[in-house]
């Protein structure tokens, strides 16, 4: 499939791409080639493949959620480099 100038532009519209016009005729070549191997796709026989919603079959096994002790806030702020009252004081890392 022949890609023109304008189906790149509303194609990097979407997908919100910035195109520099020395980049275009690459851009589409490249946009060519790979629309080109869809349709090829298109060509295959699939009215026998059932429709997928995952690719993979297994199931996660979730533990119950059980609630079990936790750390004392004390004890939690014992190895602290630094603290302040009851919180955790670190180093500023947005201005």
């Not at 791409?17 to 191997?37: H, R």
């Not at 480099?81 to 500023?92: E, G, H, L």
């Amino acid at each position: 499939m022949k890609v023109d100038r304008q189906t790149l532009y509303n194609i990097a519209h979407l997908a919100r791409l910035e195109i520099e016009p020395t980049n275009e005729e690459a851009m589409m070549n490249e946009l060519s080639k790979i629309l080109t191997w869809m349709e090829k796709l298109n060509e295959i026989d699939t009215t026998q493949v059932e429709p997928l919603t995952h690719i993979s079959t297994e199931i996660n096994v979730f533990r119950e959620d059980e609630p079990t002790p936790s750390l004392d806030h004390e004890k939690a702020l014992l190895n602290a480099p630094k603290r302040d009252a009851n919180y955790f004081r670190v180093p500023k890392v947005i201005e």
